[in-house]
């Protein structure tokens, strides 16, 4: 009898745990510190707690990298400024190895659950560097961001429109990883910084242990420039304005601004899957997001509640036009369930 209940017992455990059983899930982001790392993390987290599937996290990763891994079934999902799947689907950049007719399959591949602002581009420096702002960065030394990337790029397109110069000539470009990003900002290898921020962002608030900064807006007249539009034109890249109030910082951070309000260009992106991925899997791990945006991704860190999670308009997320991606069929589903609208073109 005894030796009965203990193999019911063991049966109703085994059936139990068969019944709810999960998806094993990969997932490849940035460090875990940024938007797309907590984004990623965040939908691990909102994952498990609806029972859809456990994510196992790689972070850290080079973001061209990951997408090309996602395209090619090696991973299930990461994080992917637009840029990079727009590089994919014509064979350049980082991607010009594989040829624009693979890259264009390869991106063919690719689908989005949901969008979000990845940073803002920006000019910042301390206080003690005595510089004056866009206009005071010729002959100086700038650290644009890590050796490759577009991160990179993005620097020099926006030291270009603020000021003319480039790179080697009007003014000398240092390039470090982002694991050394502060320890670079604290020692003085650098006069000044352009590079991606969130509001408030991590790395400021970290290397104001060496002393006060100020962060430089575009100045409105550039801002409203054909040639600064043209950057917002950009694939994955969109136009930008907050009031400096809403920024976060507190003391040790002035935002230089000549109407209170910070502008500049925004990159954006999305956590991305391959179009293969089931339907209601997609539709679940969408779901899962959209239900926790403010319970887990806003919670996460002072500047996720501003990073455009949630948004489908596509003046912001940057889909349709020249971003060849679409959202996958069941995000869309998803996403419509719970009252939103996507547009046709992003379907």
């Known amino acids: 009898m005894k030796r009965q209940f203990f193999v019911a017992v063991a049966a109703s455990l085994w059936l139990a745990a068969g019944a709810n059983a999960q998806s094993i899930l990969t997932a490849e982001t940035a460090a875990p510190n940024t938007t797309p790392g907590i984004s990623i993390i965040s939908l691990s987290e ?30 299930d999902i990461a994080a992917a400024p637009f840029i990079l799947p727009f590089m994919l689907s014509r064979g350049v950049g980082p991607y010009a190895g594989l040829g624009a007719e693979e890259g264009a399959k390869l991106a063919a591949n690719l689908a989005v659950l949901y969008t979000y602002r990845i940073s803002v581009q920006g000019l910042f420096a301390y206080d003690s560097a005595n510089i004056s702002g866009w206009d005071g960065l010729e002959g100086k030394t700038i650290y644009n961001g890590p050796p490759r990337g577009a991160a990179l790029t993005n620097a020099r397109l926006l030291i270009k429109v603020n000021t003319g110069m480039e790179e080697g000539s009007g003014y000398d470009g240092i390039q470090v990883n982002w694991g050394q990003a502060v320890k670079t900002i604290q020692d003085g290898s650098a006069d000044a910084m352009v590079l991606p921020m969130s509001f408030p962002d991590p790395r400021v608030t970290a290397a104001l242990a060496s002393g006060n900064m100020t962060i430089f807006s575009v100045s409105k007249d550039v801002y409203e420039s054909e040639a600064f539009q043209n950057v917002g034109n950009l694939p994955g890249t969109v136009m930008f304005e907050m009031a400096v109030a809403d920024m976060g910082y507190g003391d040790g951070v002035t935002i230089a601004s000549e109407d209170d309000m910070f502008r500049g260009p925004a990159t954006v992106g999305a956590d991305i899957v391959n179009v293969d991925l089931d339907f209601d899997l997609a539709k679940a791990l969408t779901a899962a997001f959209i239900e926790n945006i403010e319970s887990i991704y806003h919670a996460k860190a002072p500047f996720m509640a501003s990073t455009w999670h949630g948004e ?34 992003a379907k």
């Open 46 to 75: 909102a994952s498990a707690k609806a029972g859809v599937a456990d994510i196992q996290v790689s972070a850290g990763q080079t973001l061209t990298n990951s997408v090309q891994n996602v395209a090619e079934g090696k991973t």
């Open 312 to 345: 489908t308009d596509i003046a912001i997320t940057d889909m349709c036009g020249n971003n060849p991606l679409k959202y996958h069929p069941g995000a869309v589903a998803a996403w419509e369930e719970a009252g939103y609208s996507i547009p046709d073109c």
